[in-house]
Structure formats: structure tokens, C-alpha cells
């Protein structure tokens, strides 16, 4: 069955700088690849997401980036304020399935004001 | 803006009680989710549901847990008889048909002491 790795565990930033988070799945026919946003005490919340026919996707400061053939996948959060701090899940959804989505461990991001 | 909503937000309870905790999904979302989110754990799914039907509850342990959905806008996760072990935060998602997306309510903090 499909496994996401996630990386790193923990990351912090300077306000203003970007980060990067990445992860890593093994089906290949994984086809849909959401990240959620998870503030503390809160629930995740959808905030991006990639299907296997696009490489790249832009939402203001936030951008996601796959690699079909590499099979990663990574958020990508530049100009970073003290507000994006919080715990960032990555997905895969294997294809075939009916709507079981995989989730990585989680990045605990943290921005230095 | 359309919500998933959960009931209670919190509950303590003893050992051996039986909790019930209920979701309301997005009006119109065929696919429902049940996770459980512990530190160590991360994000489980227990079991989930299309068009109220369930489809895999291979992530909950049996004897002690059951999911049911008795109409389309109510989907229940009971616990009986409840164990400290199950101290959580369980979060149920729903999605639309056809897509992939999943959408958060906002928890059910269970304490059991």
C-alpha cells in the first residue's frame, strides 16, 4: 500500500525567509497530493493541493511542486510571517482507491518573529 | 461557508464508560472520515463511509469501537467501555463525491481518566 514520508520533523525560519517542506510517497499511480495546515488546538485545514497532471501550482505565498517521477512532492512558503506557524500534513491518495488519503507524519514549522 | 461540525468539542469521562461522539458533514458530502490524533500517533483513520456505507474501518480496534451512519447528515463514533489509551482528539472529515478533497471538523477532545 501507498507510505508518505515527510521531512523534516521540525523546522524553523527567520520571519521573511521560505521554507520548504517535502515528502515522498511510493505508489506510483498516487494521483491527488494535498497539504493541510494544522494551528494548534485547531483542525487541519486544506490550504493547497496538486493533481498528478501539473507539476507546479501557485497560491499567493504558497506553492506546491511534484515530481511524478522522483514520486516527492514539496510545499514551498516564501515571505513566512509568525502567522504560518503550525504543524503542516502532507497527502497522497492512491489511485484505485475510494477516498482513503495517506498522510505523512507532519513538519512543525515554526516563524521567528 | 459550509463547516463540518462535531458534538461535543469536549468530554472527560472514567474508564469502562461509553462515549458517543458525533459529526454533521458538509450538506451534499457522500464520503465520510473518522481519524483519531494522538503526539505519537499523528493522524489515524479509523474508518470511513461512502454514501453511508462503510468502506474500510481496518484502523479501529473492534471490540471496542463502532461507526455508523444513520442518515446521510449524521455519522457516530462510540467507544464502549473507553480506556485511558483512547485519550484523543478525533476529528471526523467529509469530502464531496466524485473529488478528493477532505474537510476538517473540529475535534472532539476525549479525556479518559
Known amino acids: 500500500g501507498e507510505n508518505v514520508e515527510q521531512h523534516p520533523s521540525t523546522l524553523s525560519v527567520q520571519e521573511g525567509d521560505s521554507a520548504v517542506i517535502k515528502c515522498t510517497y511510493s505508489d506510483s499511480a498516487s494521483n491527488y497530493f494535498p497539504w493541510y495546515k494544522q494551528e494548534l488546538g485547531k483542525r487541519p485545514q486544506l490550504i493547497i493541493d496538486i493533481r498528478s497532471n501539473v507539476g507546479e501550482k501557485k497560491d499567493q505565498r504558497i506553492a506546491v511542486t511534484l515530481n511524478k517521477t522522483a514520486k516527492h512532492f514539496s510545499l514551498h512558503i516564501t515571505e513566512t510571517q509568525p502567522e504560518d506557524s503550525a504543524v503542516y500534513f502532507c497527502?497522497?491518495?492512491?489511485?484505485?482507491?475510494?477516498?482513503?488519503?495517506?498522510f505523512g507524519q507532519g513538519t512543525t514549522l515554526q516563524v521567528k518573529p | 461557508d459550509a463547516r463540518v461540525t462535531q458534538t461535543p468539542r469536549h468530554k472527560v469521562t472514567e474508564m469502562g464508560q461509553e462515549v458517543t461522539m458525533r459529526c454533521q458533514p458538509i450538506l451534499g458530502h457522500n464520503t465520510v472520515f473518522w481519524y483519531r490524533q494522538t503526539m505519537m500517533q499523528g493522524l489515524e483513520l479509523l474508518a470511513y463511509?461512502?454514501?453511508?456505507?462503510?468502506?474500510?474501518d481496518s484502523g479501529m480496534p473492534k471490540d471496542r469501537f463502532s461507526a455508523e451512519m444513520p442518515d446521510a447528515t449524521l455519522a457516530t463514533l462510540k467507544i464502549q467501555p473507553s480506556e485511558p489509551r483512547d485519550s484523543a482528539v478525533y476529528f471526523c472529515?467529509?469530502?464531496?463525491?466524485?473529488?478528493?478533497?477532505?474537510?476538517f471538523g473540529p475535534g472532539t477532545r476525549l479525556t479518559v481518566t
Open positions: 463511509f461512502r454514501n453511508r456505507a462503510p468502506l474500510d
Open positions: 472529515a467529509s469530502g464531496p463525491g466524485g473529488a478528493y478533497e477532505q474537510y
Open positions: 497527502a497522497a491518495f492512491p489511485s484505485g482507491n475510494t477516498g482513503k488519503l495517506i
